[in-house]
């Protein structure tokens, strides 16, 4: 058994504070590593869907609708998936709606933000996998970014280890196991996947760029490199989830998700076998420096102070017309 010697052993510390205070305003750090992950995401994907020809900052109006039904059903997948925490007998069903203490579930952030998503390319004229492939790298170095809140917060940490990169965790702590004596080191999950996402941004960036993937395959390989990472970090951790037929429902997830990104990859391999030709769909193209609701535009000027004297009427109705 693990025991308070592996504490002499070099091991990464969690953090001493999670929040701090600006006046009476608390600032939880959980929060600072998502919406930094969000901007990153938001910033990148711009950049690589302006190379591509869309307007720039329209992905604005995709991310205004993508990002809040993101987080809504992130934190109702976390809560249906850990239902007897939030309701269970002597918990606290108000604790449900405290997300600043932690718990999103990515995959219920995926749902979410992907009907927001599909809902703002209708919106912008911005075809659906076109924005998902702009978004693939963003989206998982976001996810890189937003796993240190898990670090601050000292949760979703691994099973007991001696090995040299063992978490500490502060004890007590809700989450610790029964039996287990003060001192004991845990995987750090958080990093596992910090380390693994990070390397998937590096592979879809070079994959993308290498094989030119469009039509949502870049998208589907972010599915399937996070989902196969998220089964063996789901496997090891402690914290309390419900079991469905013998695993978590966090590894059904990630195993749906792989099956998902397989498919998707394999079926618009197919179906689209050449490249995009816009990132717009059929008839709702933008053009670089086209002029939007302009007001200031002097080839638009039209001089309505007077109107025209009989003589330029008559003028005009000797004039030899245009050539057809």
Known sequence: MI???ASVVAS??????????????????????????????VLWTNARLTKRGAEPWVVIDIALLAVPLAIITARIYHVLTHWSFYFGEGANPWSALYIWEGGIAIYGALIGGA???WLGCRWTGIRFWTFA??????????????RFGNWFNQELYGLPTDAPWGLEID????AWPIGLPEGTLFHPTFLYEVIWNVLGVLFLVWVGRRFRLQ???LFALYLVWYSAGRIVWESIRIDPSDIFLGLRTNVWAAILGVVIGLTIFFVQ????????????VSGREWNAGQAVQSQNNTDDFVDVSEPPTSEVEGASATSTPATN
């Open 115 to 117: 009907i927001g998503a």
């Open 171 to 174: 004890y007590p702590n809700p």
């Open 3 to 5: 025991n308070a010697a």
């Open 133 to 146: 492939d702009a978004l693939a790298p963003g989206l998982l170095l976001a996810q890189a970014i937003g």
């Open 215 to 217: 039509w949502g395959r």
């Open 269 to 280: 391999k197919r179906r689209h076998p050449g490249f995009e030709q816009s990132p717009y």
């Open 12 to 41: 990464i510390p969690s953090p001493e504070i999670s929040y701090f205070d600006i006046g009476p305003l608390r600032i939880h750090i959980y929060a600072l590593c998502i919406i930094t992950g969000i901007i990153v995401a």
